[in-house]
């Protein structure tokens, strides 16, 4: 039973097309997380939501927007796509508890390749 | 802004053997927490290891151990009795008290050679 769960693990996509990526942790996590993973393969945050609550956005283009619809989902819409999109994308989640070493518990990613 | 540096970029070992990877922080804060990740070819993101600030203790989980020197601001992984399922990048990251943001260096390609 997958604790983490992304859809769909490879996106194919032109230029210009809106596209979505999905995610469900069903581990009880009152926060998820988008993070993008580069060619080089640096992770970098991109969102945080608390209980569909948006409490971190980082300097992300607009044309990406999350979305919560309760706090064990919560979606990547990205529109007009770009070539410099082209990364891994990771949900994860977490307790809400800042005073803990709790990590995060990840999906297996989304590689989206956009041509 | 809390950074988190991994100066070697790959890494080798013979199978068997011991390796330690190095991680290094920097922070302003006292209470934080350290992490070290394991992202196997399979792309799944694993927690290896993790370790409270507050805490002299070094943690521990089997094969896996960290020296933490606080002062230093150092946070290095060592894996003993290597095996090739231990093939990997492993990231190092960082999380302040009380804040939800994972901060992650920039990995380091283990190799394992029979």
């Known amino acids: 039973d997958t604790a983490v769960s992304q859809t769909p693990k490879y996106l194919v996509t032109q230029m210009g097309n809106d596209k979505s990526i999905k995610c469900e942790q069903n581990?009880?996590?009152?926060?998820m997380y988008w993070y993008k993973q580069d060619s080089k393969k640096f992770l970098k945050i991109m969102f945080s939501?608390?209980?569909?609550?948006?409490?971190i956005n980082e300097t992300v283009p607009n044309r990406f927007s999350p979305k919560s619809p309760d706090k064990a989902h919560l979606n990547l819409h990205i529109n007009s796509l770009e070539l410099g999109d082209s990364a891994v994308y990771f949900c994860?989640?977490?307790?809400?508890?800042?005073?803990?070493?709790?990590?995060?518990?990840f999906g297996s990613g989304t590689r989206l390749t956009v041509v | 802004a809390q950074t988190v540096t991994q100066s070697q970029p790959e890494m080798s070992v013979q199978e068997a053997e011991t390796v330690t990877l190095s991680c290094t922080y920097d922070?302003?804060?006292?209470?934080?927490?350290l992490f070290w990740y394991k992202q196997p070819p399979s792309r799944q993101m694993i927690l290896v290891i993790r370790?409270?600030?507050?805490?002299?203790q070094n943690a521990t989980e089997n094969r896996f151990s960290v020296n933490f020197q606080k002062a230093a601001k150092s946070f290095s992984l060592k894996i003993s009795d290597s095996q090739l399922g231990d093939a990997a990048m492993y990231f190092c990251?960082?999380?302040?008290?009380?804040?939800?943001?994972?901060?992650f260096g920039q990995g380091t390609r283990l190799t394992i050679n029979p």
């Open positions: 994860a989640s977490s307790p809400w508890t800042g005073w803990g070493a709790y990590g995060y518990t």
């Open positions: 370790q409270e600030a507050y805490k002299q």
């Open positions: 939501y608390n209980n569909k609550e948006l409490i």
């Open positions: 990251a960082y999380r302040s008290g009380g804040a939800q943001k994972l901060v």
């Open positions: 581990l009880g996590h009152d926060t």
């Open positions: 922070t302003s804060e006292s209470d934080y927490y």
